[in-house]
T-cell receptor, first 111, second 115 residues
Framework: TQLLEQSPQFLSIQEGENLTVYCNSS?????LQWYRQEPGEGPVLLVT?????EVKKLKRLTFQFGDARKDSSLHITAAQPGDTGLYLC???????????FGAGTQVVVTP | KAGVTQTPRYLIKTRGQQVTLSCSPI?????VSWYQQTPGQGLQFLFE???????NKGNFPGRFSGRQFSNSRSEMNVSTLELGDSALYLC??????????????FGPGTRLLVL
């Protein structure tokens, strides 16, 4: 079983600060996705990375997939209260395989 | 396009009962996956259906079952409910043919409380 470990579990920062969330595994994934989930809602896909070393940017969010496709990071620059939520990473070992999720990182950004 | 819908949104049952949850995927999506989300275990994969066939299965006991209809709507059934089955049950849909970059869309979930 491939396991995805996220760190930290909880992050509380002030508006304007930067933060990084990590997602690590001992196994290789064909693709890795990042989701954000807000209370009372299902997760919403932020990005999918498939190539080792790939970096994708979504406004103030930067996603990186490790060269060996075993780890990923999410960096938020100048966090805003609207970035508050549960950030989940999820890996898939092939196009048809099941999606496995990390435990999530709860991010709280206070004004 | 309407999103993924799940019914009911909230449910209270007692131990030993059974429950059926329903999921309507986005129009045109043939793949439906079910997940269980709890504070202790996080989001865990239950199973995935594609064109009425179970394509993947997670590590859950046989009390958890599902099916998919010809219109891609899916139901999940849990028999002989246990207290530990209390969770948010999420359904997600995708076309199922788009490869690794394909987007999976989640519904809002059904919150099940077992007393």
């Amino acid at each position: 079983t491939q396991l995805l470990e996220q760190s930290p579990q909880f992050l509380s920062i002030q508006e304007g600060e930067n933060l990084t969330v990590y997602c690590n595994s001992s196994s290789v994934f064909s693709s890795l996705q990042w989701y954000r989930q807000e209370p009372g809602e299902g997760p919403v896909l932020l990005v999918t990375v498939v190539t080792g070393g790939e970096v994708k940017k979504l406004k103030r969010l930067t996603f990186q997939f490790g060269d060996a496709r075993k780890d990923s990071s999410l960096h938020i620059t100048a966090a805003q209260p609207g970035d508050t939520g549960l950030y989940l990473c999820a890996g898939r070992d092939d196009s048809w395989g099941k999606l496995q999720f990390g435990a999530g990182t709860q991010v709280v950004v206070t004004p | 396009k309407a999103g993924v819908t799940q019914t009911p949104r909230y449910l209270i049952k007692t131990r030993g009962q059974q429950v059926t949850l329903s999921c309507s995927p986005i129009s045109g999506h043939r793949s439906v996956s079910w997940y269980q989300q709890t504070p202790g275990q996080g989001l865990q994969f239950l199973f995935e259906y594609f064109s009425e066939t179970q394509r993947n299965k997670g590590n859950f006991p046989g009390r958890f079952s599902g099916r998919q209809f010809s219109n891609s709507r899916s139901e999940m059934n849990v028999s002989t409910l246990e207290l530990g089955d209390s969770a948010l049950y999420l359904c997600a849909s995708r076309t199922g043919t788009g490869g690794l970059q394909e987007t999976q869309y989640f519904g809002p979930g059904t919150r099940l409380l077992v007393l």
